[in-house]
C-alpha cells in the first residue's frame, strides 16, 4: 500500500449489536510502519491546534471521539476535512502543512506517526514551509 496524497479512507468495522469495532494494522491499514501513536483532548472550544508541516513524518488521523477538521496546505491550495466517525482515517504525508480546528465537545484526534518525534523534523513558520515546499 502506498499513498503519496491526502485523502480519507475506510478502515475495518465490524458491525455488532453489542457495539462496532475498527482497528490498524502497522503496514497493513496504514503505508508505514508506526512508530508512535499520540492523541490530542480536552481542547477548549474555539481553540485550534496551531499549524505546522513534518519533512519527513507521515501520519494518519482519527477521530475517536467527537468531530474536528483537519486543514491541509500542499504549498498551493488549502483543503478542509470534518472528521467524525472512528472508522475513517486521514492520511497526511511529508512536507503537508497542517492544522486542526473546528472541536467539537469532548473531541478525541488519535494520531498514527511514521517517526519517533524529532524536533528538527518540524517545519513551524508557514512561510519557510512555503519556500521548502515550492522553492
Known sequence: MAFSEPHIFELP??????GNLSFIESEGHVPFA???AY?????????????HA???QQEVIIALS??????????????????ARGYYALYVPPM????IDNFSTNSVVY?????LYDP??????????????NG
Request: glycine fraction near 8%.
Open 13 to 18: 468495522k465490524v458491525s455488532d449489536p453489542r
Open 66 to 83: 467527537g468531530s474536528f477538521d483537519v486543514v491541509l496546505h500542499d504549498g498551493v491550495k488549502e483543503t478542509r476535512y470534518h472528521m
Open 120 to 133: 528538527a523534523d518540524y517545519i513551524e513558520d508557514f512561510d519557510e514551509y512555503l519556500q521548502l515546499k
Open 39 to 51: 492523541w490530542i483532548y480536552d481542547v477548549p472550544g474555539g481553540m485550534y491546534r496551531i499549524g
Open 111 to 115: 494520531v498514527l506517526s511514521s517517526e
Open 34 to 36: 508506526i512508530k508512535r
Open 54 to 56: 513534518f519533512r519527513q
Open 96 to 99: 503537508t502543512w497542517r492544522k
